[in-house]
């Protein structure tokens, strides 16, 4: 390649402007990317990166939104993603597409079979599969089922699978929001490796360590415009740069300043605590925890992937995980049994999950409804509900939390990552709990919504109630909590006070007890 010659656009989208009912989602975006190049979409939630990257794939079909794109040349009119994949533009979503019960093969070739049209080519199948797994650096058998690797190996066989499909360019929206720290580096080398082969990629993402790392170019998104876009050649792309340009200041703190306010009172007590898988019930997943949170604290539970953290939590939580589980619980030095989850909530006891689009909310059910959930009877009379009151109830809540909707009445679905997440807290925090178990609560959400979701944890803990914090992001770990437990394999292996902890300190417990089973 000689040095002058100039780089091909691959894509270019012009005035792209896309509205929902009560909300302009994008005004006015340009976005272009080169051939060969890793360009990186960041933003605020609700900035509009996915909704620009559903655009380009025809998720949202030509005509329900104003603009032009333009793609390898030639104006593209996409109608469905068919239309997009077609021509090599192959979108990876944050929720994996992968059928658990399928090979990898079947699954790489789903609605992409090989053979003739009543005849798929077996051999043919996982002899491709063979070659695109080894391209993209995993030694699996094509033959394994899916639901026997793990979510980092599931996120390479999606990328397999886009290369099956002639990917030239890939988008990949929050690759790596529910990877481990090794997982997210063999992922972005991978990236890397694949560009040097020609692969055009965009990624979206909130881990603007990893944006620095592999991006060339950055482009970033406020309020559904286009803010600018940054050179790694030519501008400075630190994280405190790319912060200043999504939230349009500069965020020199991250996490909150508080006044500690932990008191010496005890305010749950989990002890000897065993809890077994649910269909392997020979397998162990929590096994013999003692911890305990006082009022007023954050207490951190730290730990990689599959430590045996959530389902923990969810086993305190009324049992709503789990089989032959064992141990005892003592709230305010009190023994109690929570059999099940109205138990613990009539316990003042609440665990905000981390799934908030499976488990948490009710994506077709408005705000409105979606509040008051876990604590309909002080919105009901005699089983009857009283709407005035609950509308009352989740504006209350909105104003409390900033959540950025129209109105209460708005379907939770139409909402951004982190005002969903608002409004999952709100539901708990209704349901006036002493004790508030968090489950990754900033998991796929910007740094400006976390902030804000940092001052709510703050406020929480001031009024006297405990916060238990789950949270695979060390920094926060360390940003938010007084105490620190440290998870690894079911069992707590380390236990340090945050003011002494570092990010290398919580690793090494981590990795010394990972490496004595070897």
């Given at each position: ?5 100039l ?6 989208m012009?005035k ?7 909300v ?6 340009n976005?272009?990317?080169e051939?060969?190049?890793?360009h ?8 509009g ?18 603009g032009?794109?333009?793609y ?7 109608n ?20 658990p019960?399928?090979?990898?093969a ?8 090989r ?8 051999n043919?199948?996982?002899?491709r ?29 999606e990328?397999?699978k886009?290369?099956?499909?002639n990917?030239?360019l ?5 690759p ?16 890397l490796k ?5 692969l ?7 881990k ?11 482009t970033?998104?406020?309020?559904g ?7 790694k050649?030519k501008?400075?792309?630190?994280e ?17 300043k ?6 010496d ?26 911890i305990h949170v006082?009022k007023?604290e954050?207490?951190?539970?730290s730990?990689l ?11 305190v939580?009324?049992r709503?995980?789990g ?6 619980v003592i709230?305010?030095?009190k ?28 994506l ?9 959930l876990?604590n ?11 709407k005035?009151?609950e ?9 409390k ?7 209460v ?7 951004s ?6 409004v999952?807290?709100?539901?708990w ?10 489950d990754?609560?900033?998991r796929g ?23 238990i ?8 770990i360390?940003?938010m909590?007084d105490?620190i ?32 089973g070897?």
């Open positions: 390649m000689g040095g002058t010659k780089a091909k656009i691959l894509l270019e012009k792209i402007t896309k509205t929902f009912p009560g302009k989602a994008l005004d006015n975006v976005f272009q990317v051939e060969g190049e890793i990186a979409l960041v933003g605020e939630n609700g900035a990166k996915s909704t620009l990257m559903n655009v380009l794939s025809g998720i949202y079909p030509f005509g329900s939104y104003e032009e794109i333009v390898d040349g030639e104006v593209c009119k996409f469905k993603i068919k239309d997009s994949e077609a021509k090599g533009i192959v979108i990876i979503h944050q929720e994996l597409a992968l059928v019960y399928m090979t990898i079947e699954n790489m070739f789903l609605g992409n079979e053979g003739k049209k009543f005849k798929i080519n077996w043919e199948t996982n002899d599969a063979a070659e695109l797994l080894k391209t993209v650096g995993l030694k699996e058998n094509p033959r394994v089922l899916i639901k026997d690797i793990g979510v980092g190996k599931q996120q390479l066989v990328i397999a886009a290369l099956a499909k990917a030239k890939l988008i990949l929206d929050e790596t929001a529910s990877l481990n720290e090794d997982d997210s580096k063999a992922l972005l080398e991978l990236l694949l560009k040097e082969k020609g055009t990629s965009v990624i979206i993402s909130h603007l360590n990893e944006i620095s790392y592999v991006a060339d170019k950055i970033v998104l406020r309020d415009t286009t803010i600018e876009t940054l050179d050649k501008d400075d792309i630190s405190s740069r790319i912060i200043k340009g999504m939230v349009g200041r500069e965020l020199s703190d991250r996490f909150p508080r006044e500690k306010c932990v008191s009172e005890i305010k749950l007590e989990v002890k000897n605590w065993n809890v077994y898988h649910p269909v392997y019930m020979e397998r162990k997943v929590v096994d013999n925890v003692n006082k007023g954050v207490l951190g539970i730990g992937m599959g430590a045996g953290r959530t389902e923990l939590a969810m086993s939580f009324g709503s995980y089989e032959k589980i064992s141990g005892q709230m305010d030095g023994p109690v049994l929570l059999r099940n989850v109205q138990q613990a909530i009539e316990n003042k006891l609440a665990y905000v999950t981390e799934d908030r689009k499976g488990n948490g909310l009710i077709s059910n408005p705000i409105r409804v979606n509040t008051t876990a309909l009877s002080a919105v009901s009379k005699n089983g009857v509900i009283n005035v009151k509308y009352e109830v989740a504006s209350d809540y909105r104003e939390l900033k959540t950025k909707c129209p109105s009445e708005q379907n939770v679905g139409n909402l990552g982190g005002n969903q997440q608002k999952l807290l709100a539901k925090m209704f349901a006036d709990p002493e004790v508030l178990i968090l990754e609560p900033t959400i910007d740094v400006g919504a976390k902030y804000e979701i940092y001052c709510i944890i703050n406020q929480l803990v001031a009024e006297g109630k405990s916060v914090m789950i949270s695979s992001e060390l920094p926060e360390l940003g909590c105490r437990y440290v998870m690894n394999e079911g069992k707590i292996v380390g236990e340090m006070d945050a003011a002494q902890a570092t990010q290398e300190s919580i690793m090494s417990y981590i990795l010394q007890t990972g490496n004595k070897e």
